[in-house]
């Protein structure tokens, strides 16, 4: 199935469904922005400082080389030795339930600005009629969001799948336009889906018959991928990082990504470092 669509077009959200079933993906285009390029930009800058901060707690935390150890961490992951690549969780936005006790306010350099607001309202406007097309329901629910940043001289990553569950889709849209020299995200079509053959279980993808795809993205265009499609994110060859914002969203209520990001907190750690000094 075609796996470009051109967002607002004519058929398109039947087309973008079809291939996010189909392919496991799908990538949303315009000729008009579909995220502003000024929200893009106040989140691209919000991302450097928030990565920024995040790097000088592992510091105080620990981490000799921050920018190339292994992290952990509820606010930032670093899955691979020298990867390079930094996935950052934002906090949920809102006021505690009612009666509830306020949370105490986030480390400096890590307050939420609103700019992130308006990238979820953006994204999940052209997104959420696409979701609910694909899985035949009436609502999608908002699990969480962040960004993803390969730093200059990031390595190819591994293929992988975010998860197995069926119902969880990964929407990212680039803050900054996405090329080959810094690392688009490279899917392998239908890896999604596994069937039964001769030799056993294997997935649809048939690395004989079917060549990866690696779409470039101009800032605030969209990808959607099944969180269960093999993918990875290629090197980046340019001298700068390259910032993606990415929301998740689940099919199912009650479905959540509870895998991906531990609960101990870097702020935690590094305060309690910094305290035993």
Known sequence: ???EVVAGGSGWVESAATSLNHNGFCVLRSSDRLVP???????????ERRLSTLLELARRAGHERPRRDVMRYSEVCS???????????????????GGAVAPPPPPPGLAVPPC?????????RWVAPVLRRAAGVAEVFDDSSGFVTALAGAPDQH???????AGLVNVFSPLIPVTFENGPTELRPGSHVW???????????DARRTLPVAPALGAGEILLFDYRVYHRGLANRSANPRPVGYLIFATRDGLRDLH???SDSLADAAGAAGGDR
């Open 37 to 47: 390029r000024d929200v893009c930009s106040a989140c691209a800058d919000s991302a």
């Open 260 to 262: 991906n990001f531990p």
């Open 79 to 97: 899955r691979t030795a020298g990867g390079m690549r930094f996935d950052v969780r934002l906090p949920a936005a809102g006021e505690p339930a």
């Open 1 to 3: 199935a075609p796996h």
């Open 116 to 124: 992130w607001a308006d990238f979820r309202e953006h994204v999940t």
């Open 195 to 205: 069937r039964e053959t001769a030799l056993g279980v294997e997935p649809r993808w």
């Open 159 to 165: 293929f992988h799948p975010d998860g197995t569950a």
